[in-house]
C-alpha cells in the first residue's frame, strides 16, 4: 500500500490506488475503481465501481464519483459538488442499464455545490462556477456559471479570466495577468499559444 488513508476508510477488493494518494475520513472507494497517482479524497467522498481518477486529482469534502465518472489529470471537484449517472432516474424503474458517460478533461475546475448533469464532456481547464447546473457541453477553457450554465468568458490554465470576447471571426489574443501566457481566440475556441 503506497496510499496514506485514514482507518475509516473503506476501500473494496479490486481497487487500484496510485502512490502517494491521501485520503481522508469516511471514504468508500468501491473495487473496480482506478484512482491515479497523488491524489486527495476529501472527507465523506465515495468513488463508484466504474469509475477512473486520473493523477493529482482534488476531490473535496462530500463528493459522490458515481459509475461512469472519468476524471482527467489535475481535475479539481469542489465541496458538495455533484456528479450524476441516469438522465431521468425513478425509484421504481431500474436503469442501470442507461448510465451516460460522463467526462471531465485535464486541468477542469467544478466549484463548490455545482451539479454535472450525465452525459456531458468538460473541456480542459474549463472552470465551472459554484452552483452552476451543467447540462450541456462545455469547451476548452470556458467559464461557465449559472442554472443552467452559461459561458460567460473564457480562463487560463492558472485560473485567471481572460479578456476575450465569446467568439470572434479573426484571431484575437489575451495574455494571463499572472503566467504571462498567450492565449489565442477564432471563432468560439481558444488554444494556449506555444513559445
Not at 21 to 50: D, E, R
Not at 117 to 131: N, P
Request: aromatic share 10%; proline share 3%.
Amino acid at each position: 500500500m503506497n496510499y496514506t488513508s485514514h482507518e475509516t476508510v473503506i476501500v473494496d477488493k479490486g481497487a487500484i490506488i496510485g502512490s502517494d494518494t491521501k485520503i481522508w475520513h469516511w471514504v468508500h472507494i468501491c473495487g473496480g475503481s482506478v484512482i491515479g497517482k497523488k491524489c486527495s479524497l476529501g472527507q465523506n467522498v465515495f468513488i463508484g465501481n466504474k469509475v477512473i481518477i486520473g493523477n493529482n486529482v482534488k476531490i473535496q469534502n462530500n463528493v459522490s464519483v458515481y459509475d461512469n465518472v472519468t476524471l482527467k489529470d489535475y481535475v479539481f471537484c469542489g465541496p458538495s459538488m455533484v456528479f450524476t449517472n441516469v438522465y431521468n432516474p425513478r425509484s421504481a424503474i431500474s436503469r442501470k442499464d442507461e448510465y451516460r458517460d460522463t467526462l471531465v478533461n485535464k486541468g477542469a475546475t467544478l466549484g463548490a455545490n455545482c451539479t454535472i448533469v450525465c452525459g456531458v464532456t468538460i473541456g480542459q481547464y474549463a472552470f465551472i462556477g459554484a452552483g452552476s447546473v451543467v447540462t450541456k457541453d462545455v469547451q476548452d477553457y470556458a467559464l461557465v456559471v449559472g442554472v443552467p450554465a452559461k459561458q460567460i468568458g473564457w480562463i487560463s490554465e492558472y485560473g485567471e479570466r481572460l479578456q476575450l470576447p465569446l467568439q470572434s471571426d479573426t484571431v484575437v489574443t489575451s495574455v494571463c495577468p499572472i503566467t504571462g501566457d498567450i492565449y489565442s481566440l477564432k471563432y468560439q475556441y481558444v488554444k494556449k499559444e506555444k513559445i
